[in-house]
């Protein structure tokens, strides 16, 4: 280095303020980058105090339920909607009401009343108390297992009371690909004291991120009353569902189920919307449809 070089370089050191400012430079802090991985949808992003994906934060399948809907305090409500259509002429309504509360620990408390309308005659079904609790964090278990425990209190025209318990599944096969599974043991606790074993299952892939999505569902049910338990009802039913968001807090969800089996419905169809009413769950909410309108 010459002496012209280092005379300029000694200057700009002792100069008033230029010593502050390189020091300042050198502390400096970078704004933060966020990068996302290529193939990635918002649906899969890890959010909540669980880390689950945010496809599992809302209703996907009308006959299985994923994981845990809401945070802890966390509110929903949905309105759903079934038909049936049997294989001798007759339909059934149901109407259902429903509120789902995010509880501390993996657990969420759901609360809904149903009521029917057949022939004409609109009629209160029951009213039911379900929990679920979810094993441990997002991806810690294979399949997410999640337990789910239900009392029905039900209108002695339509039976006795029911208790009702699932073994809930569920994983992403690919960030796009959703897959859902249920156990499902229920009893009648007077009455006919009837028994259902059901397997519900559903797929779902994300055709729009947060906003479309489309799938199928299916359920097997073995069905039998007390006194004739060897002669039981085996139902089969498989078809269609789909999922608009027209906003990150609702959801509109429409399904088609065929009966495969004689001792099935030839159709069951539901139609469900959804609305999240409080906490800071995420800020872009993604899609899934339902979970199963219990019973028959």
């Given amino acids: 280095m010459n002496k012209q070089a280092i005379f300029i370089l000694s200057l700009l050191i002792a100069a008033p303020g230029i010593k502050p400012a390189l020091c300042g430079a050198e502390t400096a802090t970078l704004p933060t980058v966020t990068v996302t991985a290529p193939g990635t949808i918002g649906e899969s992003a890890l ?17 299985t339920r994923v994981y845990i809907q809401q945070e802890p305090w966390n509110v929903g409500v949905e309105q759903w909607y079934r038909v049936r259509h049997y294989r001798d002429g007759t339909t059934k309504q149901l109407f259902e009401e429903e509120i789902e509360i995010g509880l501390p620990h993996r657990m969420q408390l759901d609360i809904y009343w149903d009521w029917t309308n057949e022939g004409g005659t609109t009629s209160n079904k029951d009213l039911a108390v379900e929990l679920r609790w979810a094993l441990a964090d997002w991806g810690v278990i294979p399949l997410n297992p999640t337990l789910y425990a239900e009392y029905k209190f039900t209108n002695p025209d339509f039976g006795g009371d029911v208790f009702e318990v699932k073994l809930l599944l569920g994983d992403e096969i690919t960030h796009d690909l959703h897959w859902g599974l249920n156990l499902v043991y229920e009893r009648e606790i007077s009455g006919e004291l009837a028994n259902e074993f059901a397997v519900t299952q559903g797929l779902s892939y994300t055709l729009i991120d947060q906003v479309l999505s489309a799938g199928v569902e299916m359920q097997f049910k073995y069905e039998n009353v007390a006194g004739d338990r060897s002669n039981g009802e085996k139902k089969f039913q498989i078809g269609p569902s789909i999922q608009w968001r027209p906003t990150n807090k609702t959801h509109i969800d429409l399904v088609g189920l065929f009966g495969c089996t004689n001792d099935s419905p030839s159709f069951e169809g539901y139609l469900v919307f959804g609305i999240d009413l409080g906490g800071a769950k995420k800020e872009k909410k993604d899609y899934t449809p339902v979970s199963g309108l219990r019973g028959s």
């Fill in 47 to 63: 959010v909540g105090p669980y880390n689950q994906p945010e496809w599992t934060q809302n209703r996907r399948f009308t006959t």
